[in-house]
C-alpha cells in the first residue's frame, strides 16, 4: 500500500527565513511524489512532483523538495519564507503499480505553515 | 491556461435531499477523478474514470453514483444526504491513469457541501 505521513500539523516561520515541510513515504515500487499548496476554500494547487532524476525538484513559487531514498523523505523547502506561503501544504504519493488503484493519489494529513511578518 | 471547473462552488441541501455535483476537466484530459475533504481532514478519493469508464473505486458510499460523459465532463450525484456528507469535493483532471505516469492531478476550487 502507497501512504505518506506528515509528522508536523502546524510550522512556524519568520519571513525572511528557510522553511521546511517534513514528509516521509512508504510505497511498493518506485515512488512517485508529490506537493500540493491549498489556500483557504480553494482546490489544490500542485507545486512540484519527483518522478526520477535529481534528488532536488525545483517547484512553482520557489518552492524545492530533496527526495531521499534511503530515509524515505520528502521533504518541502524553501530558502526565505513569504508571508504569502501561508497556506495548508499536502505531500502526496501516486500509485503507479499496475492494477485497479493505478492513479490514485494518497495524501498525507496536511501541513499548516504560518509565516508571520 | 484553462483549468478544471467545477459547479457550483456552494450548495446547501436538507438530509435525504439529493444533490449533483459537476466537473469540467482541462481540454485534452481524459481522467477524472473526484475527492471528498472533511473539515481539517485529508482529500479522500471516492472514484475516477478514464475514457468515460470507471477507473478505480475509493471509499463512495453506496448512495453516490458517477459517471463520465462523452464530452469528458463528469457528474458526481448525492442521494439520501446525511450531515456526514458536509464536505468540500474536488475533482481533478489528468492525462491517462498511469499512460503517462508523470501527468499530474490538477484539482479544480471543489464545490462545498452543506447539509443541515
Known amino acids: 500500500a502507497q501512504s505518506v505521513a506528515q509528522p508536523e500539523d502546524q510550522v512556524n516561520v519568520a519571513e525572511g527565513n528557510p522553511l521546511t515541510v517534513k514528509c516521509t513515504y512508504s510505497?511498493?515500487?518506485?515512488?512517485?511524489l508529490f506537493w500540493y499548496v491549498q489556500y483557504p476554500n480553494r482546490g489544490l494547487q500542485f507545486l512540484l512532483k519527483?518522478?526520477?532524476?535529481?534528488?532536488l525538484v525545483k517547484g512553482s513559487y520557489g518552492f524545492e523538495a530533496e527526495f531521499n531514498k534511503s530515509q524515505t523523505s520528502f521533504h518541502l523547502k524553501k530558502p526565505s519564507a513569504l508571508v504569502s506561503d501561508s497556506a495548508l501544504y499536502f505531500c502526496?504519493?501516486?500509485?503507479?503499480?499496475?492494477?485497479?488503484?493505478?492513479?490514485?493519489?494518497?495524501f498525507g494529513r496536511g501541513t499548516q505553515l504560518t509565516v508571520w511578518p | 491556461a484553462a483549468g478544471v471547473i467545477q459547479s457550483p462552488r456552494h450548495l446547501i441541501k436538507e438530509k435525504r435531499e439529493t444533490a449533483t455535483l459537476k466537473c469540467y476537466p482541462i481540454?485534452?484530459?481524459?481522467?477524472v477523478y473526484w475527492y471528498q475533504q472533511g473539515p481539517g481532514q485529508d482529500p479522500q478519493f471516492l472514484i475516477s474514470?478514464?475514457?468515460?469508464?470507471?477507473?478505480d473505486k475509493g471509499s463512495i458510499p453506496d448512495r453516490f453514483s458517477a459517471q463520465q460523459f462523452s464530452d469528458y465532463h463528469s457528474e458526481l450525484n448525492m442521494s439520501s444526504l446525511e450531515l456526514g456528507d458536509s464536505a468540500l469535493y474536488f475533482c481533478?483532471?489528468?492525462?491517462?491513469?498511469?499512460?503517462?505516469?508523470?501527468?499530474?492531478?490538477?484539482f479544480g476550487n471543489g464545490t462545498r457541501l452543506t447539509v443541515t
Open positions: 481533478a483532471s489528468s492525462l491517462g491513469t498511469g499512460g503517462i505516469p508523470n501527468s499530474p492531478l490538477h
Open positions: 510505497v511498493s515500487g518506485n515512488p512517485y
Open positions: 519527483y518522478i526520477t532524476g535529481d534528488n
Open positions: 502526496a504519493v501516486r500509485d503507479m503499480n499496475r492494477g485497479s488503484t493505478l492513479g490514485r493519489l494518497y
Open positions: 481540454p485534452r484530459h481524459d481522467t
Open positions: 474514470f478514464y475514457e468515460k469508464m470507471q477507473s
